[in-house]
T-cell receptor, first 117, second 112 residues
Framework: GAGVSQSPSNKVTEKGKDVELRCDPI?????LYWYRQSLGQGLEFLIY????????KSGLPSDRFSAERTGGSVSTLTIQRTQQEDSAVYLC???????????????FGPGTRLTVL | GDSVTQMEGPVTLSEEAFLTINCTYT??????LFWYVQYPGEGLQLLLK?????DKGSNKGFEATYRKETTSFHLEKGSVQVSDSAVYFC???????????FGQGTELSVKP
């Protein structure tokens, strides 16, 4: 596709249920990032993938959160036993390679709005 | 740890007014700095960037200069338009792994 896509666009779930959020990065982008946008916390980094491995998981808020990436492409963010404070917009981004000395722009998807009742 | 602080919004301006959105940062080393914009109903887009001290990023009439001495990256535009209404995020690049650290965002509303 032309850009980063995420599904579903909206997800409403009940407290205690598990949810899976999907991200399809731009073809050829080796780096993939998950962020969370919430009213109280702003935009927070969750986890970063280079290929299929995750060198930085420092932003995952608890062990209820996990993510994987397969085939160096699609990534899934899983939240187990959802809580109301998990309600937020979950954003995925991809870039040609990680940042640092030779920064490559991160392209963001439209996000998944998660509401936990 | 590294952090970014932006002026609080919402900021409401009349069309053709001058815009400044303040951004300051705390970081070890020499980060790259960015402004992202989120238009209503759309995803985050990179607006401009600067990768070293004294660099000026510019795009769509917006400018920001990387000031190491004041650890600032203020966003400016000489004459705003209604179409500039959006939420603006200042961010720094955490050099290890490309993780972006964002400010809290500033909502701009431009009235005709």
């Amino acid at each position: 596709g032309a850009g980063v896509s995420q599904s579903p666009s909206n997800k409403v779930t009940e407290k205690g249920k598990d949810v899976e959020l999907r991200c399809d990065p731009i073809s050829g982008h080796t780096a993939l990032y998950w962020y969370r946008q919430s009213l109280g916390q702003g935009l927070e980094f969750l986890i970063y993938f280079q290929g299929n491995s995750a060198p930085d998981k420092s932003g995952l808020p608890s062990d209820r959160f996990s993510a994987e990436r397969t085939g160096g492409s699609v990534s899934t963010l899983t939240i187990q036993r959802t809580q109301q404070e998990d309600s937020a917009v979950y954003l995925c981004a991809s870039s040609l390679s990680p940042g640092g000395a030779s920064y490559n722009e991160q392209f963001f998807g439209p996000g998944t709005r998660l509401t936990v009742l | 740890g590294d952090s970014v602080t932006q002026m609080e919004g919402p900021v409401t301006l009349s069309e053709e007014a001058f815009l400044t959105i303040n951004c300051t940062y705390t970081a070890t080393g020499y980060p790259s700095l960015f402004w992202y914009v989120q238009y209503p109903g759309e995803g985050l887009q990179l607006l401009l960037k600067a990768t070293k001290a004294d660099d000026k990023g510019s795009n769509k009439g917006f400018e920001a200069t990387y000031r190491k001495e004041t650890t600032s990256f203020h966003l400016e535009k000489g004459s705003v338009q209604v179409s500039d209404s959006a939420v603006y995020f200042c961010a720094l690049l955490y050099n290890q792994g490309g993780k972006l650290i964002f400010g809290q965002g500033t909502e701009l509303s431009v009235k005709p």
